[in-house]
């Protein structure tokens, strides 16, 4: 199917294939048709699927159909998302597709000052995106008022909830005029989702485009076994490879996260630190870093990287596995965007062991072990007991000295390796082990 088959006007067709889009993503190719015709929908995607054009385009098309000149403060497109970097990619998006159209957007979130946001609302504006906080803030004050909107988009509902938006969300959609178009966009689907999706939306198509919380198939898993003090030294060794180009590395706390940070750093390999206790200022200015490439390395949290969306992200490290089993397909997600390939390392230790187990159950397949100088068969063994808190040991390491040279790599197919994940629970050996791959061979 190509974007000629969707119908769309002109003015978007010119600026999709700017971009280089010629083919729509699957969300995209099913959901843009009951988007056209009105629809109210309910979007399951992952990150890196293309929703987000898959909501901009026909919303910017419909609205097309009758024009009228943007009044201020009154948009007729909320968009609501829950992390400030979501919703300045959003932003962007709005730029990038109605590049042609003739409609006006701007962004608002928490964080920065709110005066060039309220100029720019007083121009008029026709779509809004807008984090939840800020904009009930600038509603309180008079600056925006709701009673126009014909569109509404909650999107990444389940990080909203996670987040604790969920009475502002609530808030918000009352304030919504009662006939609108609303859609609903969530890379998971619990029984809490699915009841606030029933709430906003009026008889939606639903459209799911990948079983729900499966990993992306495009990416290659391992798990490294390894002492939670080993860790920086494993980091280190596989940093230096050259293989891993541009490196997004997960941590559980912002005060890992700046650890983390700083440890490569004084190794001499570029990182920065994005999280919730930075400043917005810090947070654009280093996501640009990595997105230029004058960072090979970011660290970050679950929240604050919600919404990151960088391409060629070669690897994910997940330098602790996550406590909630959902946010480790959405931290994976960052890499193999829109189709490309990637590759996922996760550190186990044996307080996490239990953390696995529950991954391991949500994505329904068994991550390939990586064998490696620092692997610890004590973290691989561990049961549900060792899963409480290990003693901290924060000691920083040496230098590794370890025989690490390569990465998955080397010289193999990658489809070879996506077969092999794809069917990692059948591929079990005789003796009932997990698979392995040897990552000390260069
Ligand atoms: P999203 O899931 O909306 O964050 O999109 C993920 C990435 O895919 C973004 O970088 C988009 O620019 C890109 N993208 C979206 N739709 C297409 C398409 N039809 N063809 C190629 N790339 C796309």
Do not use: W
């Amino acid at each position: 199917m190509s974007f000629d088959n969707l119908s769309l006007i002109y003015q978007l067709q010119r600026a999709l294939s700017e971009e280089g889009y010629t083919t729509p993503t699957p969300i995209q190719a099913q959901s843009i048709p009951h988007l056209l015709n009105g629809r109210d929908l309910i979007g399951i995607a992952q990150t890196g699927t293309g929703k987000t054009a898959a909501f901009i385009l026909p919303i910017l098309q419909n609205m097309s159909g009758s024009y009228s000149k943007p009044r201020p403060g009154s948009p007729r497109v909320l968009v609501l998302a829950p992390t400030r970097e979501l919703a300045a990619q959003i932003g962007d998006s709005f730029a990038t597709y109605g590049k042609y159209t003739r409609f006006k957007h701007t962004v608002i979130f928490g964080g920065v000052g709110q005066n060039p946001q309220v100029r720019s609302l007083s121009k008029g504006v026709d779509s809004l995106v807008a984090t939840p906080g800020r904009l009930l803030d600038l509603i309180d004050q008079g600056h925006i008022e709701l009673s126009s909107v014909e569109y509404f988009v909650l999107d990444e509902a389940d990080r909203m909830l996670d987040m604790g938006f969920i009475n502002d969300v609530h808030k918000i959609v009352s304030m919504l005029p009662k006939k609108r178009q609303s859609l609903f966009f969530s890379a998971t689907m619990s029984q809490e989702i699915s009841e606030l999706a029933g709430k906003l939306l009026s008889n939606p198509e639903k459209v799911e485009v990948t079983p729900q919380a499966t990993t992306v198939e495009l990416i290659d898993q391992f798990i490294f076994f390894v002492d939670s003090e080993k860790k920086n030294q494993l980091l280190l060794q596989l940093l230096r490879s050259n293989h891993l180009d541009c490196v997004l590395i997960f941590t559980r706390t912002k005060h890992r996260a700046n650890k983390v940070t700083e440890m490569l750093n004084k190794n001499r390999i570029s990182a920065g630190a994005i999280h919730g206790n930075k400043s917005q200022t810090h947070r654009t200015k280093t996501l640009q870093n990595f997105r230029s490439n004058h960072l090979r390395v970011l660290v970050a949290t679950d929240i604050a990287a919600r919404g990151i969306d960088v391409e060629n992200i070669s690897h994910v490290i997940n330098y602790d596995l996550p406590n909630i089993s959902e946010s480790y397909v959405h931290r994976i997600g960052r890499t193999a965007r829109a189709g490309a390939e990637g590759t996922a390392f996760s550190f186990c230790a044996a307080d996490e062991r239990d953390f696995l187990r529950d991954i391991e159950k949500l994505i329904r397949m068994e991550l390939e072990v990586a064998e490696h100088h620092y692997h610890s068969e004590k973290a691989r063994n561990a049961t549900g007991d060792a899963a409480r808190p290990a003693p901290r040991q924060q000691k920083r390491q040496k230098r590794g000295s370890g025989k690490y040279k390569g990465t998955n790599k080397g010289g193999k197919s990658r489809d070879s390796s996506r077969n092999k994940n794809q069917n990692k629970m059948k591929n079990r050996n005789k003796s009932g082990r997990k698979r392995t791959k040897n990552f000390d061979r260069p």
